[in-house]
């Protein structure tokens, strides 16, 4: 890790303690601010499963000091692969492009022993329930507390953001998920490649997908999808019957599934805010731009913008916040607006299950290969915006 620098006078409230808000925090105070995050959750934890990380959320992870903990206990699969029908329709590896595979959980451990590491104090069973613009939060307790900037990471339900009136728009989308951690179950599954994720999709007689993700030796993360409009698809706890005869050949692990405790089914939000910023509050994560998880981008890009937030803040003058967040937005932002757009496009007409689109559209990759730690990143920001 880092070692703490000398402070710099100036103190971040963040709110929400998630990767948004940890990424934030850490990279704040590796700057020399003073931070306290306040998570409204008793205990500090990750809910969810598993993840796939990027290019752009690992080289934050490695602006933070966290690539050693990150690569003990990640994977790079050696294909993501996309079956349709039971037809492997597309093999991909990216072309040596960063990409690691890992759970939820361990994501969450290292990024918080990052903040602790870096000085972040963080407040459990501490509720924000609204901010104000001038550089406040008021918290459920009714304490006010004021900060030179104040971050909204506390996700789709943000009340930083509602208590101030951000604009925004929010769709739902027609399909969701249920994730599951189970055990890996290697010998049981059958011949096959089975350390690959590979993205299972059957439209008929149903949608009913399965994103088979191995995350290490021990751990795989799989992702059920099927509408929000199908009771038995996106019933909880699952319908084993019906899962195991769409994929008879992932029994043993759909078995693990249907035991798991307090599974949750998940519908997809897109968020889309008139702005980002107002005033010393900026917000980041899925307080910001929650989006589908067709490219898997949305930790990427709530990790990136938190880490830029920091930068960019800590670059502002005195007096001058308001206007390094409004610059802040104007030159991150295109990329995410652009990576949801696609997303929810995909997430709508389920063009995944032709196989690869990652590589195939280019455009795809995008957010995947920035990195938010590349001082010349901005180069081609104009050209991304709309
Ligand atoms: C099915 C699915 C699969 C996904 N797969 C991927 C993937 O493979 N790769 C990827 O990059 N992204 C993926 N994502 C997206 C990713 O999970 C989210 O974008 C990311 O977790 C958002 O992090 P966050 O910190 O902004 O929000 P959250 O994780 O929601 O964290 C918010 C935190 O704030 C706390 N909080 C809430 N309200 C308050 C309050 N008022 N006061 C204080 N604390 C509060 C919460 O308890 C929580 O701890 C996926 C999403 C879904 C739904």
């Given amino acids: 890790m880092r070692s703490i620098v000398e402070p710099n006078g100036r103190h971040a409230e963040v709110s929400g303690a998630g990767f948004a808000g940890l990424t934030a925090a850490t990279a704040l105070a590796q700057r020399g601010w003073s931070v306290t995050v306040h998570e409204k959750g008793r205990e500090l934890r990750e809910q969810g499963a598993g993840i796939v990380l990027w290019h752009n959320g690992l080289r934050v992870l ?207 939000e897109t968020t889309m805010l008139e702005s980002w910023t107002a005033g010393r509050v900026a917000l980041v994560g899925d307080a910001a731009h929650a989006m589908c998880p067709a490219l898997a981008q949305g930790a990427g890009c709530a990790m990136a913008n938190a880490y830029t937030l920091a930068a960019a803040a800590t670059e502002a003058d005195a007096g001058g916040m308001e206007d390094s967040l409004l610059e802040w937005e104007r030159l991150e932002r295109p990329y995410t607006d652009r990576c949801q757009r696609r997303s929810a496009d995909y997430a709508a007409n389920r063009q995944m299950s032709e196989g690869n689109q990652f590589t195939d559209v280019p455009e795809n990759l995008e957010t995947a290969k920035y990195d938010p730690t590349d001082p010349h990143r901005h180069a081609r920001t104009q050209e991304l915006v709309p």
């Fill in 62 to 268: 490695d602006a933070l000091g966290a690539t050693e903990a990150i690569m003990a206990n990640s994977m790079t699969p050696p294909y993501y692969e996309t079956r349709k029908q039971g037809q492997s329709v597309s093999r991909e590896d990216f072309g040596g492009l960063p990409w690691r595979t890992l759970t939820r959980p361990y994501l969450h451990k290292v990024l918080l022993d990052a903040a602790l590491a870096a000085g972040v104090e963080i407040r459990t069973g501490s509720e924000v329930v609204a901010a104000d613009p001038s550089g406040a939060i008021t918290l459920a307790s009714g304490e006010v507390r004021r900060a030179d900037l104040v971050v909204g990471a506390d996700g789709v339900k943000s009340q930083v953001r509602d208590s101030i009136g951000f604009e925004q728009e929010r769709l739902k989308s027609r399909d969701g998920i249920t994730r599951f951690l189970v055990p890996r179950h290697k010998a049981e599954l059958g011949p096959g490649e089975w350390d690959n994720v590979i993205d299972f999709w059957n439209l008929e007689p149903r949608y009913l997908r399965v994103l088979y993700v191995p995350c290490n030796d021990d751990e795989l993360y799989i992702a059920l999808g099927a509408p929000r409009a199908d009771e038995e698809g996106s019933r909880t706890p699952i319908n084993l019957e019906l899962w195991t005869s769409a994929y008879p050949e992932l029994a043993p692990v759909l078995r693990s599934a249907a035991v798991a405790e307090d599974p949750k089914y998940y519908g997809y």
